[in-house]
């Protein structure tokens, strides 16, 4: 096949991903030969860097992230041009234009472009704008917008959003990143599924009692208090990430692997999630904010403006899809900072069996479970019962176990490397469709108008701990409790 030929645009390109995430990233698909050499980075932000600044930092960048090669490292840097921007200049734009089309003419690129938006979102309809204005989507190839979270603040907003970037863009050229796509074992969720017998034959309510799927983080907002105390953890993690992954474990069997009949399954979930009644809310979800624990300080004293802060930094909830598959079966759903540990972790409960003669009380009593570990380990698990060694017939659980790291180990790709490699070959299977954005802006519109008209009782847990107790009395009401995470 040949080595995809393009030229990343990246708005942001001084900031916290471009270091963090996409350098790194970039590095390893031209290390791994995903790219050849014809490819360019041209990074853009308003400080005033010059090429050999620019170059400096992705070099620093990539140093600090795990896996490099000096040897290549340089000629690697020397595909990075920067130019100092301001996104609401036209002026801006037409040296771009120009900076690009010298570019085009060096590397063999054949016109393609993608543009990242990697930095403030007020800005994303006006930058889409300005790149249809001023000519910048006119070159010989394709041209792709890709966009960073979050996808508006609420659904009314989004949809704003969406209308201004769709005036310059098209659905099939834009690509918004939710990163939990990219990840190795959430893509594995459908394998999973639909390549086992063994687990799509009871995978529904007549089988599945319940689904836990946990995103615990230890960190904290770090430096972004700012955007966090506006966002808190349900706009910032169950609009996107939570809701993918639900999405994912509860979508029918596509009838062909392609993004359209993958999306068009997931967009049906998501038209299935019930309603949180706003009088009903207490029922079905639980906010939390972290206080002073083993972890350090409390959410409101990380820094002097979140002093009384009522954003959340911690939600769990129950949610239902009323569709034939999953009538009646609770996907439980937790994320939040400051926890315990950092885990990513599905587990999927089965029912019992009706007559089970091998334990003596309740306790000995194990239900058979799928767990699928995302984060930090990677891999599945299945919990079974066998028969415990010499002493009658007793039952004891047993854990069959696969882990994904022993096996590709350090070469599992990042996400990014994943979802920027999917972008330049134009596979948009893994990348958010509008329509999984609206429906997920419009469960998630339910909780939080129904919190927004009372007072929350924060700080309710402590930093470092699970979460709060109303958390575990979600599931308790209905007879089931959270698996641990480790
Ligand atoms: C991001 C959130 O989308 O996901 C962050 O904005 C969060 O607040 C991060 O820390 C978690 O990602 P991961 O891959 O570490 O689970």
């Given at each position: 096949?040949?080595?995809?030929?393009?030229?990343?645009?990246?708005?942001?390109?001084?900031?916290?991903?471009?270091?963090?995430?996409?350098?790194?990233?970039?590095?390893?698909?031209?290390?791994?030969?995903?790219?050849?050499?014809?490819?360019?980075?041209?990074?853009?932000?308003?400080?005033?860097?010059?090429?050999?600044?620019?170059?400096?930092?992705?070099?620093?960048?990539?140093?600090?992230?795990?896996?490099?090669?000096?040897?290549?490292?340089?000629?690697?840097?020397?595909?990075?041009?920067?130019?100092?921007?301001?996104?609401?200049?036209?002026?801006?734009?037409?040296?771009?234009?120009?900076?690009?089309?010298?570019?085009?003419?060096?590397?063999?690129?054949?016109?393609?472009?993608?543009?990242?938006?990697?930095?403030?979102?007020?800005?994303?309809?006006?930058?889409?704008?300005?790149?249809?204005?001023?000519?910048?989507?006119?070159?010989?190839?394709?041209?792709?917008?890709?966009?960073?979270?979050?996808?508006?603040?609420?659904?009314?907003?989004?949809?704003?959003?969406?209308?201004?970037?769709?005036?310059?863009?098209?659905?099939?050229?834009?690509?918004?990143?939710?990163?939990?796509?990219?990840?190795?074992?959430?893509?594995?969720?459908?394998?999973?599924?639909?390549?086992?017998?063994?687990?799509?034959?009871?995978?529904?309510?007549?089988?599945?009692?319940?689904?836990?799927?946990?995103?615990?983080?230890?960190?904290?907002?770090?430096?972004?208090?700012?955007?966090?105390?506006?966002?808190?953890?349900?706009?910032?993690?169950?609009?996107?990430?939570?809701?993918?992954?639900?999405?994912?474990?509860?979508?029918?069997?596509?009838?062909?692997?392609?993004?359209?009949?993958?999306?068009?399954?997931?967009?049906?979930?998501?038209?299935?999630?019930?309603?949180?009644?706003?009088?009903?809310?207490?029922?079905?979800?639980?906010?939390?904010?972290?206080?002073?624990?083993?972890?350090?300080?409390?959410?409101?004293?990380?820094?002097?403006?979140?002093?009384?802060?009522?954003?959340?930094?911690?939600?769990?909830?129950?949610?239902?899809?009323?569709?034939?598959?999953?009538?009646?079966?609770?996907?439980?759903?937790?994320?939040?900072?400051?926890?315990?540990?950092?885990?990513?972790?599905?587990?999927?409960?089965?029912?019992?069996?009706?007559?089970?003669?091998?334990?003596?009380?309740?306790?000995?009593?194990?239900?058979?479970?799928?767990?699928?570990?995302?984060?930090?380990?990677?891999?599945?698990?299945?919990?079974?019962?066998?028969?415990?060694?010499?002493?009658?017939?007793?039952?004891?659980?047993?854990?069959?176990?696969?882990?994904?790291?022993?096996?590709?180990?350090?070469?599992?790709?990042?996400?990014?490397?994943?979802?920027?490699?999917?972008?330049?070959?134009?596979?948009?299977?893994?990348?958010?469709?509008?329509?999984?954005?609206?429906?997920?802006?419009?469960?998630?519109?339910?909780?939080?108008?129904?919190?927004s008209e009372t007072e929350p009782l924060f700080p309710n847990y402590t930093a470092g701990s699970m979460g709060p107790e109303a958390a575990d009395r979600l599931l308790e009401k209905?007879?089931?409790?959270?698996?641990?995470?480790?």
């Amino acid at each position: 096949v040949d080595k995809p030929n393009v030229v990343i645009v990246i708005f942001g390109a001084t900031g916290d991903l471009s270091k963090r995430k996409l350098f790194p990233s970039i590095y390893r698909l031209y290390q791994n030969g995903k790219i050849g050499e014809d490819f360019a980075v041209v990074g853009l932000a308003r400080r005033p860097w010059t090429n050999d600044i620019f170059r400096e930092k992705v070099c620093e960048s990539i140093n600090e992230s795990q896996a490099h090669n000096e040897d290549d490292l340089e000629s690697f840097a020397a595909h990075f041009y920067y130019q100092s921007f301001d996104v609401t200049d036209n002026s801006s734009y037409t040296h771009l234009d120009g900076l690009l089309d010298q570019l085009e003419g060096q590397y063999q690129t054949n016109g393609n472009r993608v543009f990242y938006l990697a930095m403030a979102p007020e800005y994303f309809g006006t930058i889409a704008n300005q790149l249809e204005q001023n000519g910048l989507k006119e070159s010989a190839g394709w041209t792709r917008l890709v966009i960073e979270k979050p996808f508006g603040h609420d659904l009314a907003s989004a949809k704003e959003l969406n209308n201004q970037i769709r005036l310059a863009f098209n659905e099939d050229q834009i690509y918004r990143i939710d990163h939990y796509l990219g990840k190795e074992m959430v893509q594995n969720i459908e394998v999973i599924r639909f390549a086992n017998g063994i687990f799509e034959h009871l995978w529904n309510n007549r089988f599945i009692s319940n689904i836990q799927v946990t995103s615990s983080e230890k960190l904290g907002v770090e430096e972004r208090a700012r955007y966090y105390d506006r966002s808190g953890a349900t706009r910032d993690m169950v609009q996107n990430h939570m809701l993918q992954m639900v999405a994912l474990l509860a979508m029918e069997p596509p009838i062909k692997l392609t993004p359209d009949e993958i999306r068009s399954e997931k967009v049906k979930v998501l038209r299935a999630l019930r309603l949180v009644e706003p009088t009903e809310v207490e029922n079905y979800f639980v906010r939390g904010q972290y206080g002073p624990g083993r972890l350090g300080k409390g959410y409101r004293e990380e820094a002097p403006e979140l002093k009384d802060s009522t954003t959340e930094t911690y939600v769990a909830g129950k949610v239902m899809i009323d569709n034939y598959r999953w009538a009646g079966v609770p996907f439980y759903i937790r994320t939040g900072k400051k926890m315990k540990e950092k885990s990513i972790k599905i587990v999927v409960e089965f029912r019992d069996i009706p007559m089970n003669l091998y334990y003596k009380d309740e306790s000995e009593r194990h239900p058979n479970l799928l767990v699928i570990n995302i984060q930090p380990d990677e891999g599945i698990t299945l919990h079974l019962n066998a028969k415990k060694a010499g002493v009658g017939s007793i039952a004891q659980p047993i854990e069959l176990s696969y882990t994904n790291n022993g096996v590709d180990g350090i070469n599992t790709p990042e996400a990014y490397e994943k979802l920027i490699y999917d972008c330049i070959i134009g596979d948009t299977t893994n990348f958010t469709h509008w329509d999984e954005v609206a429906y997920s802006w419009k469960f998630v519109d339910a909780v939080l108008d129904a919190w927004s008209e009372t007072e929350p009782l924060f700080p309710n847990y402590t930093a470092g701990s699970m979460g709060p107790e109303a958390a575990d009395r979600l599931l308790e009401k209905d007879g089931f409790h959270w698996w641990p995470v480790t």
